[in-house]
């Protein structure tokens, strides 16, 4: 009796309790989760168990609609997952590794605006009364969180499909996010309930009735449609996406190659996939489904031909811009009054690669399993070698050729141990990391119940070392790179397409970018240093050292040989190209890892703004104040780099904006408190203007504006020749965004600056003009004309430049200031300060601690700048400079371009009042680094003059060129097309600019104004209104047509 | 008389505690030092005459030396970087409890510790070497307990003055900056308890053993890296015709022989990914003395296994052998020796077997408390990874 209970008491002392779920709302910010991309804050709602921990965001609703937190999110509504990570030691206090941006159901492009988030109560729904059983797993059973609301639209631009397929103001949506004790997954049961009192079919509308409303689609009647349903992730932008198969890491484009082999409507065109999963550092996320009979994919199985169709496969139809649609569900062909139907998806949880995330997702289906592990290691040294990349397929030879099939992907840890589940089978391998060469495949056989391990070497890297000193002697930032030599094989293509055979995007490889210019040379690899010294490894083989620090210097090029095991030693002076005096250079739109969409640390931004030679970098992350000074100070930068907080803030729908330099909340989760859902344009500027430092010096900056999309301009049908918006008609008309801030006396001119050029957006910069001869048509009408700008039916510009645009603002009297940026998320393929802009502050004054912040706003108040990838185009009038004006009938203006060797200007313009030119010249060939022009201007009224210079010499490989193309509008709308003819369609045309070339110079001034009478300058065209005219009735308003549409009867 | 029998006792413990007592003053980590003096506690015989309830002695050892390694043409991070190195800065203290029980707790102040492997740069740092109280049961046996070293390892079981500046290389390892960095084989410190019985100090013929059971963690880890226990054991066998226990201190015939085993299964890895890894050890060791000549030689043979991840099983194998001759007086010791060593890290990799033959000459300075030792080593690495990494070591010991 005394020894059972001295067993008892030492049972209940030491024994291990049973692991546990909760669900609770969050009250402090210790119990978020924190990492790269944490948002979650106090009143979201937190479920975690021993595994694992995620964040449901609120509801965002307010009483007080002005206080409602719209778009605090990454998408517009609140109720989504927005943070998840593993239960990690010391992960507490906020101190996790959230890396995942959002996570949100999709009912094809309609989400929840959730009215409801809550922790159920026994009977699932939200509590209403204190004291109420709870889901909140203290029972022991699995802890839930419950979303409800109705439909909203993600965007508001494919109103028409979520209104025509899904119809969500007749239905209740809701999700439960449950989560068990012990495991690493959270079950997502989300549900579609019909309240209306009749019927509810799927598709809504037949196709007929579509078309009546405004699609306009010869065919279109014809087609037979679906509803598809799944989830939409946003995993981030340290996360690597991958799918099993034929994807593995190279999903984007396995997309679009999926659509070349679409079988048409109504399976939606798309990539099948047993499950999506991802690889990042410490962590990584996956999505499957349990079998169904209403798998999506499966429901239309003959639509995906040469397609593996699992028994739980997904519908992958795009990703873009870091967002991805899972389609994984079919509901039912009709809901009757107050029936639902539900779908279940896992949201899975890893340690940073493929095969914990397959793991887990293995577990789930239960099926039999044998484990793959082995250890790694250096074939030289024998040290384990760490973060190697263990990639597991299927086939008889190179995982690359076809029929292989990608099947996970294991990463190495500090031991150089891997370990994954597979199913029982037949498998090769391969390890590669970037720094090494890539193994041979190896055969092996996993059975089940069973382990296979293995041992492995790979093969040494080489080490290179570089110290590099400025012209002063001085260990400056610099940039090193080894660029080498490649033999592309035949079929490669003209310039040969480096992905078939340098890197392999399927097998997660690092882009190695060319210089595609027909020529052999490729980046290995590339390194931004904060004091030009560098120690790295790399694969061996020869190539040429490249060093380079910006615009401002000559590159230095020595040919090293790096062998396996060994190392070179390379000390480099760096040779100024031309002086700048008076002339800061800086990046105002920039991204690091605070941006859903960049993984990249702070330290190796400001690192490589630093070796790019930039002085200014304004932090411009999407929805999120960051201040790079901390970081600068801790890299040993502050005597190179001044930092400006800024923010990049980010609509959906109606473009971004820059606004600098900001104040930094401390308290806020993202720096700063903003809306930007459903707000109009000035709203947006107001809010950015209340975030800065000084109100009335702050900057608000147009960025990319003709990007679709993305760019304010474009949103808004901003007329290139009138500055003005416009109604679109045809098909843009229909897929316009509907909500009444997007109503054209809502668009506002109250912003300081435009990005002229963005990174290398080089197609963006001027209207679209025919090339000449032509391609082979036919064409939609208007018919082109060699030479000759693009236009639509209505005359304007089919593809509107945004220098264009700015002229005809100049003209309007409207001055913002042109500025160059790079938009960077990235580094190699991706460079900061490509473009720039140099910013007068004052002579003598351009050195670091010389200027100061108030100095650089005041140049971009003053219009002191110039947009350039490496020129440094001056324009004077006398002693007056760029931003200035000038009183005469006749100037002389003098053009001074200078520029390094590797960007040679070859052509200089002068522009003038309605973008006409004055002057085109060619430069000579041995003048193209320095060379100055006097043209002389007899304006007849009050004008303005622009000088342009541009040169057609390949800038890699301190630039690199744009060889992968965005995704491809056209590839989509082919795969949608089936059955349909869009011969006629200007969407169809395949006359456009072209959006992959290398990168050459280019550089623009902001304007001299000439003020010809001495009265004042008085703008040349009549000024912009204040408020533009209200928006045509005729606009296509798809809401309202479908509020008129009869309900359908039971 | 007392003092006479204690100083007596010490001077016997000292020296035959032997392997563990002086192997305790090894450190692990750095594997290079070797044990100037012996550093054991005194064992105490339950049926001493009143004992003092608690006494306490101070010890230490300062070991410095000047390197110099070849640079090697290919790799960056081999003998780049010659110049001065702290071996050692060990203090401690020990004594006895009670009469039934001793004790020792060292620390060293010149703890090698790096990032990663193959790195050159180092960083000393201060670490708990010994600590742990010997609680004696019998006339001969006792238990040991706290953080101590296990009579595992292939340096001879008994000696007074180490001929060479670092240890064997298969219970070293080799050192960053010396070549590509190995594990020695050899078990370091651990927390655990142990039962011990030393052979007999006096001339003839015994034998005694040890019993062990440890966390078989890292050597500074503060706890075990899993649920189950390292066990070793060990068995020792000492002759000596009476002339005391000093090999070269003039005596005739002196032999240790110690053969022993050890399994050790470890974690590694981080969580999520932790990995259960087992070492199954055998070691033997040999020590023959005679007048001014001892010869030694150690082996250690290990094979892991790999029960988490698979894979095949790691065989791995080091061993040396050494002379030594003194040449010098009681006044002027001068000693010279060779050493071969030979060290095969894993069976798995066909290249990674690296050798070494080392001169050596040691010096001492016995009123200054003080040996100069001065040893070249020519470095032999398999055809595939070789190096040119050939290295002389001046050191200086000072005994505190």
Request: charged share 20%; glycine share 10%; proline share 8%.
């Amino acid at each position: 009796m005394r020894v059972a209970a001295l067993l008892a008491l030492v049972t209940a002392c030491t024994g291990t309790a049973a692991p546990q779920s909760s669900a609770q709302r969050i009250g402090s910010l210790d119990d978020a989760i924190g990492g790269p991309h944490a948002i979650g804050r106090v009143g979201d709602f937190l479920l975690e168990n021993d595994q694992i921990r995620v964040v449901i965001a609120d509801t965002g609703r307010a009483a007080d609609p002005a206080q409602s937190t719209f778009g605090r999110v990454n998408t517009t509504y609140g109720g989504t997952l927005v943070d998840a990570d593993l239960r990690r030691l010391h992960g507490s206090q906020g101190r996790g590794n959230d890396q995942l941006a959002e996570l949100l159901p999709g009912f094809v492009f309609t989400v929840i605006d959730p009215t409801q988030v809550c922790v159920p109560n026994r009977q699932g729904a939200c509590p209403k009364a204190a004291g109420e059983f709870l889901r909140d797993g203290s029972d022991g059973g699995p802890a839930e969180i419950l979303v409800k609301g109705t439909g909203g639209d993600l965007l508001q631009m494919v109103a028409l499909l979520n209104t025509g397929l899904v119809f969500p103001s007749n239905l209740e949506l809701s999700t439960v996010y449950r989560l068990r004790p012990g495991q690493r997954w959270v079950e997502i049961e989300t549900t579609v309930r019909n309240v209306s009192n009749g019927a509810h079919p799927f598709p809504y509308l037949q196709p007929q009735q579509i078309k009546n409303l405004g699609l306009d689609i010869p065919g279109l009647e014809n087609l037979q449609l679906s509803t598809p349903m799944g989830m939409l992730p946003l995993l981030g932008g340290e996360q690597d996406l991958f799918t099993p198969g034929v994807g593995g890491f190279n999903v984007q484009y396995a997309i679009e190659d999926a659509y070349k082999i679409a079988g048409g409507f109504p399976g939606f065109p798309g990539l099948a996939a047993d499950f999506v999963a991802s690889r990042g550092v410490g962590v990584s996320y996956g999505l499957t489904v349990p079998k169904s009979p209403n798998n999506y994919i499966q429901a239309y199985r003959s639509q995906y031909p040469m397609q593996d169709v699992t028994d739980h496969a997904l519908l992958l139809p795009f990703t873009y811009a870091g967002v991805a649609a899972v389609f994984m569900a079919k509901p039912p062909d009709r809901l009757g009054p107050g029936e639902e139907f539900s779908f279940t998806s896992y949201f899975v949880i890893g340690d940073g690669d493929v095969g914990s995330v397959y793991d887990t997702i293995l577990e789930i289906r239960g099926e039999p399993t044998g484990t793959f592990g082995g250890r790694v290691a250096d074939e030289l040294t024998g040290a384990p070698v760490a973060a190697a990349n263990v990639l597991v397929f299927t086939g008889d030879g190179d995982p690359l050729a076809p029929g292989a099939k990608i099947v996970s992907q294991m990463e190495t840890d500090a031991n150089g141990a891997f370990l994954g589940k597979l199913p029982p089978g037949q498998y090769r391998f391969i390890i590669h990391r970037d720094d090494r060469v890539t193994t041979a495949p190896q055969p092996f056989a996993v059975v089940a119940g069973e382990a296979t391990g293995v041992f492995a070497q790979v093969a040494p890297p080489a080490t290179i070392i570089v110290a590099a000193v400025d012209e002063l002697g001085r260990h400056a930032p610099a940039k090193v790179q080894l660029v080498g030599k490649f033999t592309a094989p035949g079929g490669a293509g003209n310039p040969p397409d480096a992905r078939t055979f340098l890197y392999s995007l399927k097998l997660g490889e690092r882009k190695r970018p060319t210089a595609f210019d027909g020529g052999q040379r490729f980046i290995e690899g590339a390194w931004w240093t904060v004091d030009g010294r560098l120690e790295a490894k790399v694969r061996p083989g020869t190539y040429d050292l490249v060093v380079s620090r910006g615009p401002e210097y000559e590159v230095v090029t020595k040919q090293v040989t790096l062998k396996a095991g060994s190392f070179v030693s390379e000390a480099v002076a760096l040779k100024r190209a031309f002086a700048t005096p008076g002339w800061v250079a800086g990046d105002f739109h920039l991204h690091a890892a605070p941006s859903t969409d960049s993984g990249l640390p702070i330290d190796q931004r400001v690192a490589s703004c630093a070796a790019e030679g930039l002085e200014v970098a304004v932090a411009t992350d999407h929805n999120f104040i960051t201040d790079y000074a901390p970081v600068i100070a801790s890299s040993g930068l502050d005597g190179w780099l001044l930092g400006i907080p800024g923010i990049e803030l980010t609509t959906f729908e109606m473009g971004h904006f820059n606004a600098y330099p900001l104040r930094v909340d401390p308290g806020s989760t993202r720096g700063g408190e903003f809306r930007w859902a459903n707000q109009p344009p000035q709203k947006l500027m107001d809010q950015l203007r209340d975030l800065a430092v000084d109100k009335a010096t702050g900057i608000v900056q147009v960025n990319h504006p003709r990007q679709q999309v993305l760019g304010y301009f474009a949103q808004f049908f901003i007329d290139a020749a009138t500055a003005q918006p416009y109604t679109p008609t045809g098909l843009l008309g229909v897929f316009a965004p509907y909500g009444d801030e997007f109503r054209a006396e809502n668009f506002s001119y109250d912003f300081d600056a435009i990005e002229l050029l963005t990174g290398n957006h080089f197609e963006d910069i001027h209207s679209f003009r025919a090339p000449n001869p032509l391609p082979p048509g036919p064409f939609p009408d208007p018919q082109p004309v060699p030479g000759q700008i693009v236009v639509d039916g209505d005359g304007r510009a089919k593809f509107p430049g945004t220098v264009e645009t700015w002229f005809a603002m100049l003209d309007r009297g409207h001055r913002a200031t042109g500025m160059g940026t790079s938009d960077t998320h990235g580094l190699i393929g991706d460079e900061p300060g490509y473009a720039r802009t140099m910013l007068f502050v004052g002579q003598g004054k351009d050195e670091l601690g010389a200027f100061t912040r108030d100095d650089v706003i005041t140049a971009i108040r003053s219009h002191r700048a110039i947009t350039t990838n490496a020129p440094l185009l001056e324009m004077r009038v006398g002693d007056k400079m760029i931003g200035d004006t000038v009183v005469g009938s006749t100037v002389e203006v003098e053009i001074h371009v200078r520029a390094p060797s590797w960007a040679k200007v070859d052509k200089v313009t002068l522009y003038t009042t309605g973008g006409a030119v004055v002057g085109a010249f060619d430069v000579p060939a041995d003048q193209g680094t320095d060379y100055t022009r006097v043209v002389t201007v007899r304006p007849t009224a009050d004008a303005w003059v622009v000088a342009e210079a541009t040169g057609s010499g390949n800038m890699f490989p301190v630039l690199t060129p744009t060889e992968l193309p965005p995704l491809d509008a056209t590839v989509v709308i082919q795969a949608l097309s089936i059955g349909l003819d869009l011969g006629s369609l200007p969407i169809a045309s395949n006359l456009k600019p072209q959006r992959t070339h290398i990168s050459t110079p280019y550089a623009i001034t902001n304007p001299i104004w000439i003020d010809v009478d001495g009265n004042g300058w008085t703008p040349p065209k009549p000024p912009l209104p204040k408020k533009t005219a209200a928006r045509p009735a005729a606009l296509p308003d798809i809401r309202a047509q479908f509020d008129a549409l009869p309900e359908v009867s039971p | 008389m007392k003092l006479r029998l204690r100083c007596g006792v010490i001077a016997a413990t000292l020296v035959t505690m032997g392997a563990a007592a002086r192997a305790d003053d090894e450190d692990k980590v750095d594997a290079t030092d070797a044990a100037p003096e012996p550093a054991a506690p005194p064992v105490v015989r339950p049926a001493a005459p009143a004992p003092e309830k608690f006494t306490w002695e101070p010890w230490g050892y300062l070991r410095l030396q000047y390197i110099a390694v070849q640079n090697d043409p290919n790799v960056e991070f081999i003998g780049r970087d010659d110049g001065f190195e702290l071996l050692n800065v060990r203090v401690g203290v020990r004594g006895t409890l009670a009469g039934r029980a001793t004790y020792m707790i060292a620390f060293d102040g010149a703890v090698d510790e790096r990032d990663r492997v193959n790195v050159p740069d180092g960083k000393l740092r201060v670490g708990l070497r010994d600590a742990f109280t010997d609680v004696a049961l019998s006339k001969t046996m006792v238990v040991r307990a706290g953080l101590f070293r296990t009579s595992t390892d292939t340096e001879p079981l008994l000696e007074i003055h180490r001929l060479f500046v670092d240890r064997g290389l298969e219970s070293r390892g080799m050192r960053a900056t010396e070549g590509f960095e190995t594990r020695g084989l050899t078990a370091g410190r651990s927390l655990g308890a142990a039962l011990r019985v030393e052979p007999g100090r006096e001339a003839g013929s015994t034998i005694g053993f040890e019993v062990a059971i440890q966390n078989g963690a890292d050597e500074l880890a503060s706890n075990n890296n899993n649920d189950k226990p390292a066990i070793s054991a060990a068995l020792l066998f000492r002759t000596h015709d009476g002339d005391g226990l000093v090999p070269n201190g003039g005596g005739k015939l002196h032999a240790d022989l110690q053969i022993a085993g050890r399994f050790n299964p470890r974690t590694a890895g981080d969580l999520p990914f932790r990995q259960d890894e087992n070492d199954l050890q055998a070691i033997v060791n040999a020590n023959i003395g005679t007048g001014r000549f001892v010869l030694g030689a150690g082996a250690v043979f290990q094979r892991t296994t790999f029960p988490s991840v698979g894979g095949p099983d790691s065989d791995a194998f080091g061993a040396h052998a050494q002379a030594m001759v003194s040449i010098g007086t009681a006044e002027r010791p001068f000693s010279i020796g060779y050493r071969f060593g030979i060290l095969d890290p894993s069976s798995l990799v066909t290249t990674d077997r690296v050798m070494e033959h080392t001169a050596a000459a040691v010096v001492g300075v016995p009123r200054l408390r003080m040996r100069f030792l001065l040893q070249g080593t020519h470095v032999i690495e398999q055809v595939g990874r070789e190096l040119s990494n050939d290295r002389v070591q001046l050191a200086a010991e000072l005994t505190l």
